[in-house]
T-cell receptor
Framework: EPEVTQTPSHQVTQMGQEVILRCVPI?????FYWYRQILGQKVEFLVS????????KSEIFDDQFSVERPDGSNFTLKIRSTKLEDSAMYFC???????????FGPGTRLTVT | AQSVAQPEDQVNVAEGNPLTVKCTYS??????LFWYVQYPNRGLQFLLK??????LVKGSYGFEAEFNKSQTSFHLKKPSALVSDSALYFCAVRDLRWGGATNKLIFGTGTLLAVQP
């Protein structure tokens, strides 16, 4: 069964450093998303991406965040200058159609020290 | 604003007994509703969805959910709980504020299901 994959599983970085989180969505899916889950809190939407552009972003997704689909398979989330409060589990998801369920990857745990 | 409420932080049930995990929603139009399960240190796994049609939807691992429009509820159910069902369950609603190509999910706070042997 196809699945969303994410690398790395755990990333530790120092405050102020740039990080890139990588995702490979399910191959025939057209819609891509990033969510995050701070420890003990609910899952929060960050951004959605369709047709090579951002289709919606949340208030969390400020100028420090960016997304890219550099090729036909990868989907990345970049945080330019990490803050302590960026520490969270970051989930990538994809869906085939707009109304379909989203399939989530296993997540990348980002720890900012 | 679209929102989802899961009123119970934790549900305890004995193995073999039926279980219910509650979810209520608030949307401006027709809701697209989903249930996901999260096992420790794992991602979110899709269980089932309601888009339209029959109010009782069946999903993975023997779970089902009943859509009740008048009560704005979408409770998750299973006739006979297993210890392996112990996990964190999230209800989610699709945000219908945006048309076009967006599909933002709004999640509830999650309900921890503990099934005792």
């Amino acid at each position: 069964e196809p699945e969303v994959t994410q690398t790395p599983s755990h990333q530790v970085t120092q405050m102020g450093q740039e990080v890139i989180l990588r995702c490979v969505p399910i191959s025939n899916h057209l819609y891509f998303y990033w969510y995050r889950q701070i420890l003990g809190q609910k899952v929060e939407f960050l951004v959605s991406f369709y047709n090579n552009e951002i289709s919606e972003k949340s208030e969390i997704f400020d100028d420090q965040f960016s997304v890219e689909r550099p090729d036909g398979s990868n989907f990345t989330l970049k945080i330019r200058s990490t803050k302590l409060e960026d520490s969270a589990m970051y989930f990538c998801a994809s869906s085939d159609r707009q109304v379909d369920e989203q399939y989530f990857g296993p997540g990348t745990r980002l720890t900012v020290t | 604003a679209q929102s989802v409420a899961q009123p119970e932080d934790q549900v305890n049930v004995a193995e073999g007994n039926p279980l219910t995990v509650k979810c209520t929603y608030s949307v401006s139009g027709n809701p697209y509703l989903f249930w996901y399960v999260q096992y420790p240190n794992r991602g979110l796994q899709f269980l089932l969805k309601y888009i339209t049609g029959d109010n009782l939807v069946k999903g993975s691992y023997g779970f089902e959910a009943e859509f009740n429009k008048s009560q704005t509820s979408f409770h998750l159910k299973k006739p006979s709980a297993l210890v392996s069902d112990s996990a964190l369950y999230f209800c989610a609603v699709r945000d219908l504020r945006w048309g076009g190509a967006t599909n933002k999910l709004i999640f509830g706070t999650g309900t921890l299901l503990a099934v005792q042997p």
